[in-house]
């Protein structure tokens, strides 16, 4: 017993074992296992490592954005002058990644909290007994006036009539403002912190720069009527209803190379705003909200109600850094390395079942012992050696 343990112990520290391998000459076979691993080998070299970079690992940034808008507008509405700054046309006004410019819109002055008749076309009546009750709109006081032929409710008053939208918009000046992008990212896993304000971008450059695509792609600075334009939009279209756009500010960048080449891109997508081009929702076109300035006057409540109509601007930032890294190169050419036995699965396929001669290539292949008819130890060693003389 204690020799078949210490046998045991001795072949399995001190002997190799390595599998048999048949050579076969034959051209159609070769090829085709040629022709497997040269797909293989261009799918490693091509897809894996030149594609998809897998000798690289892989971070996401952290991102913050700031904006700053610039522009002044001016109205004349029925012989009312008004100029509009930064503070009248922008919400928030705080500079999110997210805000809206107001470009159009309808305003009720002198409202103040009362009874008055509804609009006509709205809670329309011929007698008292029409307006009873209230709704989730108004509350009627039941009343119904018979100049109006509308239902008499508690509201705000003079109700808001918004049936008639400005149109040419009121503020087209607001194409000509400018939007000031700045955006910082960081790479915790390399430890890599960027700004959009890359070397070169100074305070000289960007008092006289304007973003163009060609001609200056890393100015932070853009023209509101060209951000609409690389959209896909129309100005005035927008303008009157309002509609939403996307900025993008792409960071995909190698630290394989100097940190410095790992520069924004800027890209623009129409949400939606234009009804007749390619916004395809019909039951609520544009953007649009209501606000209000409220203020006393001798010592009654009041307000002014604006019911604006803007373009929404988000700012997206989309961030991916790759890096050389020891742990995804072997792992890729491990991979890739079992990869290359497809083609040994697909020609030994080919050999024991497709060609002509493949009980031949089985027997080659395959070597066959009977348990019950002959000792292993003993009849295969000696079939072997006498094999091995002849």
């Known amino acids: 017993m204690k020799s078949q343990i210490t046998n045991a112990l001795s072949d399995f520290f001190f002997e190799y074992e390595t599998p048999r391998q048949v050579l076969v000459r034959n051209r159609r076979v070769g090829v085709v296992c040629r022709l497997i691993q040269l797909g293989v080998l261009a799918y ?8 998809e970079k897998g000798y690289q690992s892989t971070d996401t940034a952290v991102s913050s954005v700031f904006t700053k808008m610039k522009g002044v507008g001016y109205t004349n509405v029925t012989g009312r002058e008004r100029v509009w700054d930064v503070a009248d046309y922008v919400f928030p006004p705080q500079g999110d990644s997210s805000f809206v410019v107001m470009t159009n819109y309808i305003i009720t002055e002198g409202q103040s909290i009362g009874k008055c008749p509804e609009l006509k076309g709205k809670h329309n009546c011929s007698s008292d007994a029409d307006c009873e009750g209230g709704s989730f ?3 009627m006081t039941g009343v119904c006036v018979n100049t109006t032929k509308t239902c008499e409710v508690l509201a705000w008053c003079p109700v808001e009539d918004d049936h008639n939208i400005p149109d040419p918009p009121l503020l087209m000046s607001a194409e000509n403002y400018t939007l000031f992008i700045k955006n910082s990212v960081t790479f915790p896993l390399f430890g890599v912190s960027r700004s959009n304000l890359v070397e070169g971008i100074d305070a000289k450059y ?6 163009d695509p060609k001609e200056a792609p890393l100015c932070p600075i853009f023209r509101l009527g060209d951000i609409v334009k690389l959209s896909g939009f129309n100005f005035e279209t927008i303008a009157q209803v309002g509609g939403a756009i996307g900025i993008v500010v792409d960071w995909t960048c190698n630290f394989d ?4 080449h790992c520069k924004p891109t800027y890209n623009f997508h129409g949400l939606y705003g234009n009804p007749a081009e390619t916004d395809k929702v019909r039951a609520s076109v544009g953007y649009n909200f ?5 203020y006393l006057e001798n010592n009654v409540q009041k307000r002014t109600l604006l019911k604006v109509f803007g373009i929404r601007f988000d700012i997206i930032v989309q961030s991916l850094a790759r890096k050389f890294d020891i742990i995804p190169t072997l792992t890729a050419i491990g991979s890739g390395v ?3 036995g497809v083609a040994t699965v697909v020609c030994d396929l080919v050999l024991l079942y497709l060609l002509p001669k493949r009980e031949f290539y089985k027997n080659m292949k395959f070597k066959y012992t009977d348990t019950q008819a002959q000792d292993p130890d003993s009849e295969a ?3 072997e050696t006498d094999l091995s003389k002849k």
Do not use: N
């Open 44 to 51: 490693i070299i091509g897809w894996v490592f030149i594609y």
């Open 137 to 139: 709109k108004r509350e």
């Open 206 to 211: 960007i008092s006289k720069c304007l973003y």
């Open 257 to 260: 190379v100097d940190v410095k």
């Open 290 to 294: 209501r606000y209000a300035k409220h």
């Open 338 to 340: 079992g990869i290359f």
């Open 381 to 383: 060693g000696s079939i």
